[in-house]
């Protein structure tokens, strides 16, 4: 079944993300994104997404700044057409791949999943993607390969923030193969039913709804199948505090600040803070990855 985006979202939240579109604030960040038609997942949370506004105005993505409204600002200059991939290391084949032919044959689906960033603050995304394990069958991952890593662009004329070499750009993470393979994890290509908004990660970005927000690497140029661990840049900065795993764990803190609970970003209605739930609530369909890990020492 095809389904528009305004069939799966909610009403009241379609119409306050109309009237947000009107008032001119949402317009001038995302200008004329395409509508991409998906049908809704089973993996679905029924909890109410975050209004587009909010989606696409507090973001984190520190090539255009580190502040928080700084990809809504300049994440604009952006060129996302053309776009390649390269995808390398332990496939069958390997290739440099233009996005289209990425995306070719995978089923999108609208996600609405719960993202928790590792500052304790959450939203609800109506992500439309497909699973990365499709795109790794395509291409082949040869047996020896037991993890995935990912490079995210780098242009420094139209990314003012890779002038800041606090980070070892490029962008990168890394997932287990078996994280990478799970139904849960997604290549995303768009939000609330329209192409990625270049804040959030355009044209194409991973998802891992059970992991800290920077586990989801965005505007993705490369993707490599290794057999060791492969470095990552919030670890690469501060090993002590973010590890290779970054499972959402309210029972690990952070060592600056506790990670028991979240503020759902969003005004009166979906404003507030709440518990934060094992692996972000994901816990029956994940937990199962990581029996026999001490996810206090795997953190
Ligand atoms: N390339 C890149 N990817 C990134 C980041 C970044 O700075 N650069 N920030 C991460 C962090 S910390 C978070 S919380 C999420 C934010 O995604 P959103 O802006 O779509 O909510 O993107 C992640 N992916
Ligand atoms: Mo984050």
Not at 124 to 135: E, H, T
Not at 262 to 281: K, V
Request: charged fraction near 20%; proline fraction near 7%.
């Amino acid at each position: 079944m095809r389904l528009n985006w305004s069939d799966v979202t909610p009403k009241p939240l379609w119409l306050n993300r109309r009237k947000l579109m009107v008032g001119g604030a949402a317009l001038l960040a995302t200008p004329a994104l395409a509508k991409i038609e998906a049908a809704k997942s089973a993996y679905s949370t029924d909890e109410e997404p975050n209004s587009f506004g909010d989606i696409t105005s507090y973001n984190n993505f520190y090539e255009f700044g580190t502040g928080k409204d700084d990809p809504a600002a300049y994440a604009g200059a952006m060129t996302v057409d053309p776009w390649s991939i390269v995808i390398d290391g332990m496939v069958d084949k390997p290739g440099t791949y233009d996005l289209a032919d990425v995306v070719k044959g995978q089923p999108l689906e609208e996600r609405i999943y719960r993202f928790r960033c590792v500052e304790a603050w959450s939203m609800v995304v109506p992500w439309i993607g497909f699973q990365l394990s499709g795109l790794l069958d395509r291409v082949g991952v040869q047996p020896g390969a037991k993890f995935v890593a990912f490079e995210t662009l780098v242009r420094p004329e139209e990314m003012p923030g890779v002038a800041s070499p606090f980070i070892d750009w490029p962008y990168r993470e890394g997932l287990r193969l078996d994280e990478a393979m799970h139904p849960l994890t997604i290549m995303a290509t768009g939000l609330y039913g329209e192409a990625m908004p270049k804040q959030n990660g355009a044209p194409i970005r991973l998802v891992v709804p059970w992991k800290y927000g920077f586990k989801s690497i965005k505007s993705i140029v490369k993707i490599s199948l290794v057999d060791t661990m492969p470095q990552t840049t919030w670890n690469m900065l501060q090993p002590s505090e973010y590890g290779f795993y970054s499972n959402v764990n309210p029972k690990v803190d952070h060592p600056r600040w506790s990670q028991a609970s979240e503020r759902r970003i969003g005004s009166g209605l979906f404003g507030g803070r709440q518990d934060t739930l094992m692996f972000n609530g994901y816990e029956a369909e994940v937990a199962s990855l990581y029996a026999g890990q001490d996810l206090a020492v795997d953190y």
